[in-house]
Every structure is written in structure tokens, then in C-alpha cells.
């Protein structure tokens, strides 16, 4: 390997970075490094930026290069591992990135299968098998049905963790309990982590998975749940999740409904200065503004 991070290392909590962009619509580095120095103080196990959270088909190449850059530098010396997201729907172009990114300093990337124009399971394959074979450090293969529209069998992820040890898989379908368990079944050895906002993360661990990926706009309430859940005190591990649940079961409605939600919580917080959103978004209501009002108090955010 070609840093400290394997595989079985890759666990814990590791939520996707959110993109912050000034009230015109454009990047906000100030408050992109703010929010990354947040994060490394919340506990978090890592963070991964360009994920679907980040807003990633919002962003031109020259601001993906340069928001890389300022993420691997700013988190340097920091105990969170770095992901970056290769998210090119064209083989040579993610293999390319993936490179790129190792160069660069990323600990471990994440891989979204192409899906645009409903490519052959067989050349979704060829994809990922490709990024793989470019690179040596952690790869989370991400499987996102509900987002992308492709539809992957678990046996045919379980082929990839079989052929590559490097693979971690960050299932999201709705609901994932049972997909993970035949994965598992036929791929004992793969790492699993959750998505989807972590609203099955406590199901997700008891079915074997490492960890959960959710939003980063109340890490700290992930974090506390993953620790109760490692040091065995599971009803208080169940009592925190199930005080958030109606908030994540209602922003998971829509992916853009909770990026909104997730990124206007970070504004209330201070965290950054504007809870602009590309567009097309998700315009919140005046109850959706005061359920996030709620939030921050339930949890002392």
C-alpha cells in the first residue's frame, strides 16, 4: 500500500463533506476549509468529498481540481482519512482521476459506477475493475440504486471484493439490510458501509457492516451512536438513533431535499456562511426551517 490505510481500516464514521457556496452561487473556500477543520474535530474515523452530499454534478472540473487540492492539504496531519470521489462516467477519464487523486494524497476513494444511459452490467463492471487495477490505496465502491438507477446483484459485488482485497462497498439501496446479507454471504471478508443518511446504520452493523457515511452537518450525533454501539451499550446506541430518525426519515424523501436541509443546518450552526445550493434544488418551507431549529436543540448542536 501506498499509505497507512488498508481496507479494514477504512470504518467508523466518515460523512460526505457538504459544498459551501457564497449567496451568488459560487464556491466558498473559507467556509469549505471551516468546515473541514469542523470535521476533523467531531471524531469522525474520515471524511470523503465529491459523494452525491457534495453536490458533485454542480462542480466544473476546474473547481473539482482546485476544491481537491484544498481538502488533501487542509486535513494533512489530521487523524481523519481522506477520501476523494471519482464520479467520470467514462472509463479512461475515472481511471485517469483515480491516479490522480492517489498522487495527490487522497487515503482512500470512492468509486460511483457509471449508470448514464444504462450501460451493460458487464461494462459496469469492466469500469470498476479498471479503477481498481489503477490504483493500490482503499477503493468504496458505491451502490446507489435509488440515485442512479442502476441496479447491481450482490453477487456480482461480491465477485469485485473477491478480486480485489483494496475493495470497500458502501451500499445505499432502500432498504439494505437484506442486499448486505447475501453480499456478505458470498463476500465474508468485504468491508460494508452504510449510506443513506445512516437511517439503517444500526441495522447496517448488526448485518456486518464497518460503519456508516452519512450527511456532515451533525456528525457529532453519528459519532456519539457508533460509539455507543462499539463499547456494547446497545439500548442507548438504539435510544439515540431512533431520537433522529423522524428527521432523516423525512429529509430521505428526496436527495436534494436533505442536501438543503443538511446544508442550511451547517449555516444555523455557524459553520458556514451561506446555505446557498445549486440549482435545480430543493426550496424548504418555514416547518422545514423550524424542524431544523428543533434539531439543533434536541441534539445541543
Not at 471484493?161 to 483494496?166: C, E, Q
Not at 437484506?178 to 445512516?198: I, S
Not at 446504520?201 to 456508516?212: D, F, I, P, S
Amino acid at each position: 500500500m501506498s499509505n497507512a490505510y488498508d481496507a479494514a481500516s477504512i470504518a467508523g464514521v466518515n460523512p460526505i463533506v457538504a459544498m459551501p457556496f457564497t449567496a451568488n452561487g459560487d464556491i466558498d473556500e473559507r467556509s469549505f476549509v471551516r468546515l473541514l477543520e469542523h470535521l476533523a474535530a467531531t471524531g469522525a474515523d474520515g471524511v470523503t468529498l465529491f459523494g452525491i452530499a457534495s453536490e458533485f454534478p454542480k462542480l466544473s472540473d476546474t473547481e473539482r481540481d482546485r476544491l481537491a487540492q484544498r481538502f488533501i492539504h487542509t486535513l494533512s496531519g489530521s487523524p481523519l482519512f481522506r477520501a476523494l470521489s471519482v464520479t467520470d462516467h467514462s472509463t479512461e477519464l475515472a481511471v485517469k482521476r483515480a491516479r490522480e487523486y492517489q498522487a495527490l494524497g487522497a487515503d482512500a476513494l470512492m468509486l460511483l459506477p457509471p449508470f448514464f444511459l444504462q450501460p451493460r452490467p458487464q461494462a459496469i463492471q469492466e469500469h470498476i475493475f479498471a479503477v481498481l487495477e489503477a490504483v493500490d490505496i482503499p477503493v468504496m465502491v458505491q451502490y446507489a440504486p435509488g440515485e442512479t438507477g442502476l441496479s447491481v446483484p450482490p453477487e456480482q459485488l461480491a465477485a469485485v471484493a473477491t478480486r480485489y482485497p483494496h475493495a470497500v462497498f458502501k451500499i445505499e439501496c432502500n432498504p439494505p439490510v437484506e442486499y448486505t446479507r447475501a453480499f456478505l454471504a458470498d463476500a465474508p471478508q468485504a468491508g460494508v458501509l452504510n449510506g443513506y443518511a445512516g437511517l439503517y446504520m444500526l441495522q447496517m452493523l448488526e448485518a456486518g457492516a464497518r460503519g456508516v457515511m452519512p450527511g456532515c452537518s451533525f456528525t457529532e450525533v453519528y459519532v456519539r451512536i457508533y460509539r455507543h454501539w462499539q463499547a456494547g451499550e446497545e439500548a442507548e446506541a438504539q435510544a439515540l438513533h431512533q431520537r433522529l430518525l423522524p428527521w432523516i426519515q423525512q429529509w430521505m424523501s428526496h436527495c436534494e431535499y436533505i442536501i438543503q436541509a443538511e446544508k442550511t443546518l451547517l449555516y444555523r450552526r455557524g459553520i458556514i456562511a451561506s446555505d446557498y445550493c445549486r440549482h435545480p434544488g430543493w426550496p424548504l418551507t418555514q416547518a422545514d426551517r423550524q424542524a431544523i431549529a428543533r434539531l439543533i436543540e434536541e441534539f445541543s448542536l
